[in-house]
């Protein structure tokens, strides 16, 4: 390490917004100081060091973290000072002089809050600090919420980042932390030129998959202008506390393009507990593929005219009051058996991939008359209304005013089924031709009356390829899809 290099170490500032008890700025502060170790021991070349402390300039008031659990703020800000403790031990050795860094006059900043409520640019006081400064880096592992499991506070926050964003509303809670850190990169690089900024954050790998891209890194990559210079494909994460999932996730290194320069570094692994392998690229896109920065855009209808639409199957919404099994299905005909016309196979991608058994009460077109012959079925209708008025979400609760069928109902005579969800241990993803005596549930994509020209298109290799680099793989297990 050169002088100037060395120089630069204290010049460094770092941020992580989702700190949790601070083990990303503990790794990174530890290495700091062992790169500052190296350098200086390099220097003096054995001669006796008179003044530690004046030699030591990487400090802990470098690292600045905001975490939303008080408790977990506190260890961060002590194990911070244990971190400082351990490296100053480390240069005592390596230096040939005791060196305590008494009192303590330097400290992380921890800021116990909601890292979407808190101003980032404040906590690190840029407008003070900035012209000492001479990088900026934002790291971390932001919390994962599914986007259709946050609650109305976090959708919220999201769609607010996202201000005027199309489709924002489908966008993991992680994403927001994408769209801060790129906003807030962009107003450093604007209001204080001389200073480098990037991030680098982790996430499970639905932020560069499916229909999350395009509302995503549309708005990153264009709207706040920065370029992805450096990222890790797919991998599995894991930890050794026990019954945890191994989460898919992936690194994504992003800075304004004005100061993007260098290679790109894309890591990609054979399979997601396999061993990376880097490889630079030309241009990394959002799917983190090397190729020009095109994002695929939804549509709702095919590109082509004469091209067959594809729809999802049928989502009962119905507290499962509609849906036998086996058994209950048994049951309810030794009871009814004038319901047996309303019986049908259900089937969802689980089913229909591994075979499986259910069965549900398809009353489309029953006549009042018809249910009022039928008490055992006008029991789960009525489950159905009080299970639909219940919910928190009007969406749900107009569909009471028809309890007895399904919130979707599209059953062709003749249809193409696609599951929505399969093993990436697949080759290819076995689709099948079904008629209307079969009902396909939500999990289940289809195609009605579907040529075979269609269903070549579909389990064709470039479909298939194409799939692969930009549907939504699944985030954790994938158990029960083979």
Same mark, same amino acid.
């Given at each position: 390490?050169t002088?100037r290099e060395l %120089?630069?170490?204290?010049?460094?500032?770092f =941020?992580d917004?989702a700190?949790?008890?601070?083990?990303?700025l503990?790794?990174a502060? *530890?290495?700091?100081?062992r790169?500052?170790?190296?350098?200086?021991a390099e220097?003096?070349?054995g001669?006796q060091?008179?003044?530690v402390?004046?030699?030591?300039?990487?400090?802990?008031?470098?690292?600045y973290g905001i $975490?939303?659990?008080?408790?977990?703020?506190?260890?961060a800000?002590?194990?911070?000072w244990?971190?400082?403790h351990q490296a100053?031990?480390?240069?005592?050795?390596?230096?040939?002089?005791?060196?305590?860094?008494?009192?303590?006059?330097?400290?992380?900043?921890?800021?116990?809050?909601d890292a =979407?409520?808190?101003?980032?640019? $404040?906590?690190?006081?840029l407008e003070?600090d900035a012209p000492?400064?001479?990088?900026l880096?934002?790291v971390?592992n932001p919390?994962?919420?599914?986007g259709?499991?946050m609650?109305?506070?976090?959708?919220?926050q999201v769609v607010r980042?996202f201000?005027?964003?199309?489709?924002a509303g /489908?966008? %993991?809670?992680?994403?927001?932390?994408?769209?801060?850190? #790129?906003? /807030?990169m962009?107003?450093?690089? *604007?209001e204080?030129p001389?200073l480098?900024?990037?991030?680098a954050l982790?996430?499970?790998?639905?932020?560069?998959?499916?229909e999350?891209?395009a509302p =995503?890194?549309?708005?990153?990559?264009?709207?706040y202008g920065?370029?992805?210079? #450096?990222?890790?494909?797919t991998?599995?994460?894991?930890?050794d506390?026990?019954g945890?999932a191994?989460?898919?996730?992936?690194?994504?290194?992003?800075?304004p393009?004005?100061q993007?320069?260098?290679?790109?570094?894309?890591?990609?692994?054979?399979?997601p507990?396999?061993? @990376?392998?880097?490889m630079?690229a030309?241009?990394?896109?959002?799917?983190?593929?090397?190729?020009?920065?095109?994002?695929?855009?939804k549509?709702?209808n095919?590109?082509r005219?004469?091209?067959?639409?594809?729809?999802f199957?049928?989502?009962?919404?119905?507290?499962?009051?509609?849906?036998?099994?086996e058994q209950?299905r &048994?049951e309810?005909?030794e009871? $009814? @058996?004038? &319901?047996?016309?309303?019986?049908?196979p259900l089937l969802?991608?689980?089913d229909?991939l591994?075979g499986?058994?259910?069965?549900?009460?398809?009353?489309e077109g029953?006549e009042?008359?018809?249910? &009022?012959?039928?008490?055992?079925?006008?029991?789960?209708v009525?489950?159905?209304?009080?299970?639909?008025?219940?919910?928190?979400?009007p969406?749900?609760?107009?569909?009471?005013?028809?309890?007895?069928?399904?919130?979707?109902?599209?059953?062709p005579?003749?249809?193409?089924?696609?599951?929505? /969800?399969?093993?990436?241990?697949? $080759?290819?993803? @076995?689709?099948?031709?079904l008629d209307?005596?079969?009902?396909?549930?939500?999990?289940?994509?289809?195609?009605?009356d579907?040529?075979l020209?269609?269903?070549g298109?579909?389990q064709?290799?470039?479909?298939?390829?194409?799939?692969?680099a /930009?549907?939504?793989?699944?985030?954790?297990?994938?158990d029960g899809?083979e």
């Amino acid at each position: 390490m050169t002088p100037r290099e060395l %120089d630069l170490l204290p010049r460094l500032r770092f =941020l992580d917004p989702a700190c949790g008890s601070g083990n990303f700025l503990l790794l990174a502060f *530890r290495e700091l100081r062992r790169l500052e170790l190296d350098a200086l021991a390099e220097q003096q070349r054995g001669q006796q060091v008179l003044d530690v402390a004046h030699l030591i300039r990487v400090n802990v008031g470098q690292f600045y973290g905001i $975490e939303y659990d008080e408790f977990p703020a506190q260890i961060a800000r002590v194990a911070m000072w244990l971190a400082d403790h351990q490296a100053n031990i480390e240069a005592s050795q390596t230096l040939g002089q005791n060196f305590v860094n008494l009192p303590l006059m330097q400290a992380a900043h921890i800021k116990h809050g909601d890292a =979407l409520e808190t101003d980032w640019a $404040e906590h690190l006081n840029l407008e003070a600090d900035a012209p000492g400064l001479a990088r900026l880096y934002i790291v971390g592992n932001p919390p994962f919420v599914g986007g259709k499991k946050m609650s109305a506070a976090q959708r919220a926050q999201v769609v607010r980042e996202f201000a005027g964003v199309k489709d924002a509303g /489908v966008l %993991d809670y992680v994403a927001a932390w994408y769209v801060k850190a #790129a906003k /807030v990169m962009q107003a450093t690089a *604007r209001e204080f030129p001389g200073l480098q900024t990037a991030a680098a954050l982790v996430s499970t790998n639905s932020v560069t998959q499916g229909e999350q891209v395009a509302p =995503l890194w549309g708005n990153v990559l264009q709207d706040y202008g920065q370029t992805i210079t #450096a990222a890790h494909r797919t991998f599995k994460w894991s930890n050794d506390a026990p019954g945890q999932a191994a989460v898919h996730c992936v690194i994504v290194q992003f800075q304004p393009s004005a100061q993007a320069s260098g290679p790109r570094r894309l890591f990609t692994y054979s399979s997601p507990t396999a061993q @990376p392998l880097e490889m630079q690229a030309q241009n990394i896109t959002p799917y983190l593929t090397d190729g020009p920065a095109v994002i695929v855009q939804k549509a709702g209808n095919p590109l082509r005219a004469g091209v067959p639409p594809i729809h999802f199957g049928n989502m009962p919404l119905d507290g499962g009051n509609l849906l036998l099994t086996e058994q209950e299905r &048994a049951e309810l005909l030794e009871k $009814e @058996p004038a &319901a047996a016309k309303f019986v049908r196979p259900l089937l969802d991608a689980q089913d229909f991939l591994n075979g499986g058994t259910r069965f549900c009460l398809w009353l489309e077109g029953a006549e009042p008359a018809e249910l &009022a012959r039928l008490p055992e079925v006008r029991k789960r209708v009525e489950a159905v209304k009080a299970w639909r008025l219940a919910s928190v979400a009007p969406s749900t609760q107009k569909f009471a005013a028809t309890p007895a069928l399904f919130r979707d109902r599209r059953l062709p005579e003749r249809y193409l089924a696609v599951p929505s /969800v399969s093993s990436e241990r697949r $080759e290819y993803v @076995p689709v099948g031709y079904l008629d209307s005596g079969t009902v396909v549930n939500n999990l289940l994509f289809m195609v009605p009356d579907a040529d075979l020209f269609t269903f070549g298109v579909i389990q064709s290799r470039p479909h298939m390829d194409w799939m692969r680099a /930009v549907s939504v793989g699944w985030p954790q297990s994938l158990d029960g899809f083979e």
